[in-house]
């Protein structure tokens, strides 16, 4: 060891404990005193610059997020950082750096490591959009578990997941990361999935931390592209883009990452209303709050704020504890607190919330990771079977005329046509972790497996864009030699997502060229598709004789696809978001509000106003009939409680599952309109040939029939509700 090195630790010895006293009276690593008591402790120890540190985060490693172009700061990076983006998969990395903080500062307080586990860390799981149409929050309850479990064994301590924003513009990339166009759909999908994620006990190595994002309206973003203004009245934020985080929060997650919009004026990342006076006085919240990447420094583009004193000044008065990669918190807050521009207790409160999920997740204890091979973590075959079912669960039939799928059992030639045939990447989907294409199991392979006596052939036809079409002839010519042809389209992985706006939601025309060619060949033709947005198939719909929504299903989706065409598996996904007619209905979305002229006017003069698929649509093998809907009461107290029933038949052949969709509508409020009808709840279950279940909803008057105003309190207002599902209505009296 160099001298200089020696008396550097010397000194920083020496003034750990000037500062601190005997190891034993340091409360803040106690593990049994209270940590509240910890947090006042480790407060009282802090310099202004340490408490700064704190509540800035770094990246560490390669970033792999292609739309954040600032620089990395991967060399010389300050220990005493409260947390670091941590772009990596090996524990020894994540250990070294933690060591650095533990051991080499002054306080040696944990970093926190954070990352984008978006759809599962390896073990890639389909994408959030696909999981919403499962319609089995317990199904993403384990996905998220399983996507814990690999990240907190491999260095990663918090997710910036779930994405949680309503979003109703399938123009808008990032449709693919959240749960589609309901609120409450959102927000039943916003628990389970950080259930998953945090458990019961964030200490243990199978948990991790949760960040509710993006806080919020950023799926109003204007037409449909990314990073801009979104025009929300309070009445909409509160009914429409709160609700998911507002169930949340209650739920127990930890942190909420700041949004990159404006909303209606005062950007989402310096918005006092939401970050503070809903967040934490209204909803109680005691965790901390990230910005997104970059987002305060960006409210000098936004025109909020006048430099980067000015913009971290109003990030954090608003609410933002920890700063997100810009730096911005490190370069100008010192100087704002000394010049009295900023009061220290702001920052104070910040660090506050940071420490205390710091401590709730154990890393002053167990700052470390065991350093396991990759073998024991990932891809365990019981993760794999978990994304398997989320998979299969997630795939929505579209279309199945003459019941052609399930296929013939004795099919002998089955032919595999298009760009997604052998495509692994895209199967991923965005934002993948650290998912390997390499991990996926293709269309192809799967469908060989799948059908060990049938002919597979295979012609790719085309690239997913482009201009060339010299692949055409050969694809003709494989689908005349089959029984049956499937066309395998779909989108890139990086067409959605982050900055994956599209001004149109119609595949290439190449790929639209290959069906229409391949659609006249006289075969039967089954249309696949791999996408991360809902798309205008408007055109395409009558080419093929079923199509299969298979979305961008992860690691196992190729198996689960295989499994549906042969029957296998029944499939049971319903859209969670509108599939659009046309992309110039947009927006478009279930639960719109009644027009005033009905029924014959306000329509589109040369276009229908209905979507080509809507919200809840989805085929089954089976059929199901539903009895006649009953209601325990007809007239209910404000609050009462009372229930609603139906008996559902499976009346075919084979087992299936249904998601019975309860929704209520309430023709005059005179607080504010509601929309034509709201989903209250859903349930899932599967019922064999034959078998009759009773499904039922249990109705909470104050809960279940109550709305919400623009200052964000609930309300019941006596008058008729009706109560509908699959189609049947009955009418309740609100007293
Ligand atoms: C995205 C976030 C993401 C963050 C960190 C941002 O650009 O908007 O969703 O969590 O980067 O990667």
């Not at 409210?299 to 913009?311: F, K, P, V």
């Amino acid at each position: 060891m160099r001298i200089s090195s020696i008396f550097s630790l010397f000194l920083v010895s020496a003034l750990f404990v000037s500062c601190s006293g005997s190891s034993d009276t340091l409360v803040y690593k106690d593990a049994n005193a209270p940590i509240e008591k910890r947090i006042d402790d480790l407060m009282s120890r802090m310099t202004l610059e340490e408490k700064i540190y704190q509540a800035s985060q770094q990246l560490l490693g390669e970033n792999d997020n292609d739309n954040n172009f600032e620089s990395m700061n991967t060399v010389d990076l300050d220990p005493r950082a409260g947390s670091v983006i941590y772009s990596g998969d090996d524990p020894v990395h994540r250990n070294a750096f933690q060591k650095k903080a533990v051991e080499e500062t002054r306080l040696g307080i944990p970093v926190i490591f954070g990352h984008d586990i978006i759809h599962g860390f390896r073990t890639i799981y389909p994408i959030p959009l696909a999981m919403g149409c499962t319609w089995n929050p317990d199904l993403l309850t384990q996905c998220t578990g399983v996507a814990a479990q690999e990240s907190r064994q491999s260095g990663i301590d918090w997710t910036f997941a779930p994405m949680i924003d309503v979003a109703r513009d399938p123009r808008w990339g990032r449709i693919s990361e959240g749960y589609g166009e309901d609120p409450y759909t959102a927000s039943v999908f916003a628990v389970a999935g950080v259930k998953g994620f945090q458990g019961d006990d964030l200490t243990s190595d199978h948990n991790i931390a949760s960040c509710l994002k993006h806080y919020v309206g950023y799926g109003a973003s204007e037409a449909g592209r990314d990073y801009v203004y979104s025009e929300i009245s309070k009445q909409t934020l509160w009914d429409t883009y709160l609700p998911p985080y507002e169930a949340a929060v209650k739920a127990g997650a930890q942190t909420l990452m700041s949004a990159f919009n404006d909303i209606s004026g005062v950007p989402a990342s310096a918005n006092h209303y939401t970050m503070t006076d809903i967040l934490r006085d209204k909803w109680n919240f005691d965790g901390f709050v990230v910005s997104d990447w970059g987002a305060i420094e960006q409210l000098i583009n936004q025109g909020y704020a006048s430099d980067i004193s000015d913009a971290a000044s109003k990030a954090i008065s608003a609410g933002v504890d920890m700063d997100m990669t810009d730096g911005i918190y490190i370069r100008t807050m010192q100087k704002l607190i000394v010049d009295g521009k900023l009061s220290e207790k702001v920052l104070d409160e910040a660090v506050r919330r940071i420490l205390r999920v710091k401590f709730r997740l154990g890393l002053f204890e167990k700052p470390y990771v065991k350093e396991t091979p990759d073998s024991t973590r990932l891809l365990l075959p019981t993760s794999l079977a978990i994304a398997e079912n989320a998979a299969e669960e997630s795939m929505v039939l579209l279309k199945n005329d003459d019941n052609i799928l399930p296929l013939n059992a004795n099919v002998k030639n089955i032919a595999l046509i298009g760009p997604m045939v052998k495509d692994q990447e895209d199967m991923l989907g965005n934002w993948n972790g650290y998912g390997h294409a390499s991990d996926v199991t293709t269309i192809y392979d799967a469908f060989v497996k799948e059908f060990p006596s049938a002919k597979i052939s295979y012609a790719a036809g085309c690239s997913h864009d482009g201009e060339d079409r010299s692949g055409f002839a050969e694809a003709l010519r494989v689908a005349k030699s089959a029984d049956v042809v499937f066309v395998c389209l779909g989108e890139k992985n990086l067409w959605s997502g982050e900055n994956g706006s599209r001004a149109t939601i119609l595949l290439p025309q190449v790929q639209r060229d290959l069906l229409t060619a391949i659609s006249k060949c006289g075969k039967p033709v089954i249309l696949t598709l791999n996408n991360g947005r809902p798309l205008e198939l408007t055109a395409m719909e009558p080419e093929a004789t079923a199509i299969l929504e298979m979305w961008q299903p992860g690691v196992t989706g190729g198996t689960a696809a295989a499994a549906i065409v042969s029957g296998r598996v029944n499939p049971s996904g319903k859209l969670c978001a509108t599939f659009p007619y046309s992309a110039t209905q947009i927006p478009i979305y279930y639960n719109r509000r009644n027009p005033a002229r009905t029924p014959t006017q306000g329509y589109y003069q040369d276009m229908t106003v209905e979507p080509l698929y809507p919200f809840g649509y989805g085929l089954s093998y089976t059929t199901f009939n539903y009895s006649e809907l009953k209601i325990s009461t007809d007239k209910v107290a404000q609050n009462g409680t009372m229930t609603a029933s139906i008996d559902v038949t499976n009346t075919g052949k084979v087992a299936g599952k249904e998601t019975v969709h309860w929704f209520i509508s309430d023709p005059a409020c005179s607080v504010v309109t509601r929309p034509m009808k709201e989903l209250r709840y859903f349930e899932k279950a599967e019922l064999q040939p034959g078998e009759t279940r009773t499904f039922t909803f249990n109705i909470d008057v104050a809960r279940d029939f109550s709305y919400i105003n623009d200052e964000g309190n609930r309300f019941v207002e006596p008058g008729d509700i009706y109560i509908e599902v699959n189609g049947q209505r009955e009418k309740v009296v609100v007293e």
